[in-house]
């Protein structure tokens, strides 16, 4: 997919689904999500890029330690987290922008890059080239969390992410069988230093460095 047709899409889902958002989501905040986030999060300070900060559910958990830019396509849903930016503790710029187009930030300038769920929204060729991007924009030794959601070898919990994958598709652009981890493994500036499931095996955090 190209990078135009990527940017048309999802600015013109998330124009409707900003709207309704928070409320789909729901259930998963309140009993998955809320725990897990947190829990990402933590140890996580100085200058920090979050990707794909959808309607700032992660804001009010960073540090005060934090100098947070906060990117995504979507400006509907940065509406919405403009009104949560008052909860954070930390500094919080939000900023309309592309993951796969950072030329608004320097190389070598965030400590940390941040992304939960942005990867499963985006087709394998324009995650390359968003990690590419979160390589660039990285200092030496600056470290990454992701988080995405893959689909789970349990037959149970696969035949229910199955029944709900044409919704999840339709209404977020995700899909569970993005290839974020291989993605991510090719990168040549960057080195994985864990893989971990963070709740049953579909929710998968990816954290590591730039060489
Ligand atoms: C499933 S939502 C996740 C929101 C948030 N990270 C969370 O944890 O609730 C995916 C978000 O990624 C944004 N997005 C998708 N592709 C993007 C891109 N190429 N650059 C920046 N944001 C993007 C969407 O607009 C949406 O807000």
Request: hydrophobic fraction near 40%; glycine fraction near 6%; charge should be positive.
């Amino acid at each position: 997919m190209t990078i135009n047709t990527h940017q048309h899409i999802i600015k013109t889902k998330y124009k409707t689904t900003a709207k309704f958002y928070d409320l789909l989501d729901w259930p998963w905040e309140f009993f998955v999500y809320r725990k897990l986030r947190p829990q990402i999060l933590d140890g996580i300070s100085g200058k920090v890029l979050e990707a794909g900060v959808g309607t700032g559910r992660n804001l009010v958990y960073y540090n005060r330690n934090v100098d947070l830019i906060g990117i995504d396509l979507s400006f509907e849903m940065l509406l919405r987290a403009k009104k949560r930016q008052k909860l954070a503790r930390c500094n919080v710029n939000l900023i309309e922008a592309d993951a796969t187009n950072l030329s608004l930030f320097n190389s070598n300038y965030f400590d940390w890059v941040v992304s939960t769920f942005l990867c499963c929204v985006m087709p394998n060729n324009l995650q390359s080239i968003a990690i590419n991007e979160f390589a660039r924009v990285l200092k030496p030794g600056g470290k990454f969390k992701l988080v995405e959601i893959v689909y789970s070898n349990q037959p149970g919990l696969y035949r229910k992410q199955k029944l709900m994958s044409a919704y999840v598709e339709k209404v977020f652009g995700a899909k569970f069988d993005r290839n974020t981890l291989e993605v991510l493994s090719s990168n040549k500036d960057l080195t994985i230093t864990s893989t971990k499931f963070i709740k049953d095996d579909t929710y998968l955090l990816i954290e590591g460095s730039k060489k």
